[in-house]
């Protein structure tokens, strides 16, 4: 799901069933990782080689059999906990269509950003790489919804379409705006949509801030990703 994200030509993007390497060149290790869910120390070390290279904060995680590999990592990657990765399944989600509730469009970037920026933290070019699907024409599976109150976007999420499976990513409601039931609102109306388009499954990766509502609202956590980071996360500490 995070593949149409890189699409300039010095990005990297190496998926395979046993490992992912993908790096935006972002300023924030949230927006440059590699996953491996093997124990296999060679493919370790040319992922953190490809990263020292470049130069770059990234987020290491650890999955399965990978988690062994955690002793080889450089001192520089420091723990900064763990990522629950759920799912829930959609043959059950119904829901009134919420008029608050729209899919965003180009003009609505710079309300979008101002809302992970003041979720997240995150500096200006990674919130640039996770709204850039705004400003093509087609995103293709890359989808941004938002719902706004009196006419103010005050929480928005990426769904990202895979076959029969939706993926959410960068799911954010500013802090003075959460507690107030507009994160449960949209991830309902987004998740009623992609099972009226035929998704039977939604899947994510949550983040501290965002295990509470999800586990109230019907996720379970499916396995665990253990996280490294070489520099201080916004998402994960």
Known sequence: GILPWMTEPDMVADVDERSWLL???SSSPDMNFALLGVDDGALLEAAVAEVEARG???????AGDGKALASLLPPVFQQAGEMPIMSKRLDAVTGAVDPRVRRAVADDRAAVDAVLVAAYGLPADAVA???????????????????????????????????DTVGLWTMATPPD???????????DAVLADAHDDGAVLGLLGATPA????YEATGWETDETWELYVNAPSEQFH
Do not use: K, N, Y
């Open 23 to 25: 790096l935006s060149g």
């Open 56 to 62: 770059l904060s990234a987020l290491v995680m650890l």
């Open 129 to 163: 790489l996770a709204t850039s699907p705004l400003t093509r024409p087609s995103s293709g599976p890359l989808c941004v919804w938002v719902l706004e109150e009196a006419g103010e976007i005050v929480s928005a999420v990426t769904a990202a379409r895979v076959d």
């Open 177 to 187: 705006r959460q507690r107030q039931g507009f994160g449960r609102a949209l991830l």
């Open 210 to 213: 965002g295990l509470p509502l």
